[in-house]
């Protein structure tokens, strides 16, 4: 039951019993049942609103989700959440298709995380972010002489 419903029953009520509306509690319960009738209409009102306001939000976020992948969602790794990511993340796996073939990818001795590297990082003096551990990586010739034409442009 609605609350239009149960203030149309509360009037119904009062309407049943024949009161009289020249006595003080006759006004009193008069003014009562037309000011719960009054709340019920606006509070119906209000709850048309939400809905409105609750449809838009919603829309509002769908759009908004489009968006935020069109701007931000470069990475299509599993792990990654860093929504600057631009496919070269540590967190890449070597099928990685928006791995940029400028970045080299080792594999720390040590604890086995995958690193990924450019030719800023000298490949025989790399060191592991995750333990530390410092290792040399031996990197194609062809891949080598790659970089370092990438360096002098």
């Not at 609605?2 to 006004?27: H, R």
């Not at 008069?30 to 409105?52: F, K, N, P, R, Y």
Request: hydrophobic residues 35%; proline residues 2%.
């Amino acid at each position: 039951m609605t609350l239009s419903e149960k203030a149309a029953y509360i009037q119904g009520l009062a309407d049943g019993l024949d009161l009289d509306e020249s006595t003080k509690e006759g006004k009193l319960i008069a003014a009562l049942i037309d000011l719960v009738g009054e709340m019920s209409d606006a509070i119906a009102e209000i709850d048309e609103d939400l809905d409105t306001l609750n449809e838009y939000i919603e829309e509002i976020d769908e759009d908004l989700g489009s968006v935020e992948e069109y701007l931000y969602d470069e990475c299509d790794c599993d792990d990654c959440d860093d929504y600057e990511c631009d496919g070269n993340c540590c967190d890449c796996d070597e099928d990685c298709e928006l791995a940029d073939e400028d970045f080299f990818e080792a594999e720390c001795p040590s604890c086995g995380e995958i690193i990924c590297f450019d030719g800023s990082i000298d490949p025989e003096d790399i060191a592991c972010p995750a333990c530390g551990e410092k290792f040399e990586c031996i990197i194609a010739e062809e891949d080598l002489d790659d970089l370092k034409a990438i360096d002098a442009e």
